[in-house]
């Protein structure tokens, strides 16, 4: 491994890859006999292994149904499996720094939280998550769809009442807000509510490209990437074809051209296909290219970066490590010491 300087940013060209998107959880909770060795998922054991992966978040995912809640905490017992039964590669933040640190996040908080019922009690399921799990990376308030908190990335719904009661109870437990999911609407109404109240809350994308580059509604429009830059937050590229186009070089191009230095980073979103629901399930042949199946081509991708664009290592290592490492440090948990051994 590379030596590192005392903030744990990786000298010169990184070793060590951290992703903040994908949906091992919810692959291992659709059936008892998955296991996190199974390739399907595109971010197993051996994947995230041979891709230099040393972080990884994990997304607590469900759609917006009546057994939300349910599939939610069954993801949250896959973590903690995932910790008791491979605690030889897996570990918590601050844990043995030759493991893969793994942070749960939160993509839909209709896994936390039922349509109809008081919202202390999706708030005290937060609160345990932290106490009893890990402190959670993100929340995002919702998938596709609108759910009681605001409108998803296929409405053009804004924010709720209780949606900005959520956001102000992120804000007061330092849990980040995601906008990977919202319509465009409920982004700028949480951008708005955090600018009128003053809060602290920092913002970030992560698992969306840029919608100037190529035409999704999963991906962001310039001005709300814009807006996750200059607050500080992290852009994930996401590896998804149906988010990308013709090349994720033109979507890193053009989120630097932005500013993005600082931000950008991996947000793949590597996916078992069959897993989401039917109207929005495709292919899994055609839903990554061949050069971005799964976790194993982060060092391809760096390299190309650099043969290709001419990003220095300063660049490359920023979007491997760097960031995420950063943004952790300063608005999630204080220290992130996995690279810095």
Sequence with gaps: MRSNDQCGNVNPMSDFIADIHCDLLCY?????????HDSAVRCSIPQLQKGGVKLQVLAIYTSTSPQSVVEGQEQVKRFHMLLDEHSD????????????????????????????????????????????????????????????FGGGAHTKRGITDEGKVLLHFLNERRIPI?????????AYDILNEIDKHSLSLPVIASHSNARSVY??????????????????????????????????????????????YHSLAFGADF???????PEH??????????????????????????????LDEKIINNIAWNNVNRFLEAEVYGSITAASK
């Design 215 to 260: 035409e999704a509604a999963r991906n962001l429009p310039d001005e709300l990437l814009s807006e996750v830059i200059s607050r500080k937050g992290l852009i994930g590229l996401n590896f998804v074809n149906h988010f990308l186009g013709d090349s994720i070089h033109l979507h890193v191009a053009h989120i630097l051209s932005l500013g993005g």
């Design 178 to 186: 995601d906008l990977s999911h919202t319509s465009d609407k409920l």
């Design 89 to 148: 590669i897996f570990t918590t933040y601050g844990g043995d720094h030759n493991k893969i640190t793994i942070i749960p996040s939160i993509e839909n908080a209709s896994s936390v939280f039922s349509e109809e019922e008081n919202l202390d009690e999706g708030f005290k399921r937060i609160i345990d998550i932290e106490q009893n799990t890990s402190k959670v990376a993100y929340l995002s308030m919702t998938w596709n769809e609108a759910n009681r």
């Design 28 to 36: 291992l909770a659709y059936d008892s006999k998955r296991t996190p």
């Design 271 to 277: 996916f078992y296909g069959m897993d989401v629901p």
């Design 281 to 310: 399930q495709k292919d899994p042949e055609t839903l990554f290219s061949p050069g971005y199946r799964d976790a194993s081509v982060y060092p391809r991708i760096l390299n190309e970066w650099k043969t290709q664009l001419q």
